[in-house]
């Protein structure tokens, strides 16, 4: 579905991604784990048309989608839920929904992708007319993915969705991805919080440095040393 092919990409001087090349097969949960500054969100970012590469190709079913504008991205189904959820605390959840029908390829389905993402998340629906930013944390990266599936994304590609999330709240977000997956969408999981992403994931890549080091299933991964001493604190 998604194949990243020898992608560079700097900010200013900086070279935050160097050859990076990746595939996404539809229908799996990929995983992209690494420290903090790795180049983690930079790669979500490129794929999601917010960076243009310096080089290299992006395919998206078949098309090379590498340095179009973010919205046309997001038009061919290409879903994000960024890195500190990004909602609009300000507008109401329901507002919040609504703008993640604006785009061309959900627009008319806006009233019963609302009925469906709210059965999905029943506590949305209790606050649909309350000010977003007075959600919990856990409420708001839900309304986050909520608004997301607004767009009717194959894919969605998650930036950290368990940062700053009790452990309990961590379980229901990545048991919603698992869910989600379940239906037939397509995930990258992007996350520091190694363990649990690798334990989800079909595959999953090692970024370091704004490489790719290491490549293998989640489960190979959760037994390679190299991971486990690194990542795993084993
Ligand atoms: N907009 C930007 N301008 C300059 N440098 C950036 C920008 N975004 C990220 N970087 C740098 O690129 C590197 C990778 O960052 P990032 O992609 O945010 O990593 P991660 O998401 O894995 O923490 C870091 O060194 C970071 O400081
Ligand atoms: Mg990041």
């Known amino acids: 579905m998604l194949e990243v092919r020898n992608v560079n990409v700097f900010h200013g001087d900086a070279q935050a991604l160097e050859d990076i090349s990746l595939s996404v097969e539809a229908g799996t949960i990929v995983a992209i784990v690494g420290a903090n500054g790795a180049g ?3 790669l979500i970012r490129t794929i999601g048309g917010m960076h243009r590469p310096a080089s ?8 090379d989608i590498a340095g179009l504008p973010s919205h046309l991205v997001c038009d061919l189904g290409v879903g994000q839920v960024a890195e500190g959820r990004q ?4 507008l109401s959840v329901a507002e919040n929904l609504d703008m993640g029908a604006m785009l061309p390829r959900a627009r008319r389905k806006r009233v019963q992708n609302r009925e469906r993402v709210q059965a999905m998340f029943p506590k949305l629906r209790e606050r649909l007319w309350q000010a977003a930013g007075t959600l919990s944390g856990g409420e708001q990266q839900m309304l986050a993915i909520a608004r997301c599936l607004m767009g ?14 009790a452990p309990t709240i ?4 990545l048991q ?5 997956n379940a239906a037939g969408t397509t995930c990258v999981l992007v996350e520091q919080n190694v363990a649990v992403s690798l334990k989800i994931a079909h595959k999953a890549y090692v970024l370091e440095n704004g490489r790719v080091t290491i490549t293998g299933t989640g489960e190979a991964l959760l037994s390679d040393e190299r991971v486990r001493r690194a990542y795993l604190g084993v």
């Open 176 to 180: 919603t991805i698992r869910d989600l």
């Open 152 to 165: 009717e994304p194959k894919l969605i590609m998650f930036d950290e969705p368990s940062l700053g999330l």
């Open 40 to 42: 983690k969100t930079s």
């Open 87 to 90: 909602i609009f605390p300000a």
């Open 170 to 173: 961590v379980h229901d977000v």
């Open 56 to 63: 290299g190709r992006i395919l998206f079913e078949g098309a």
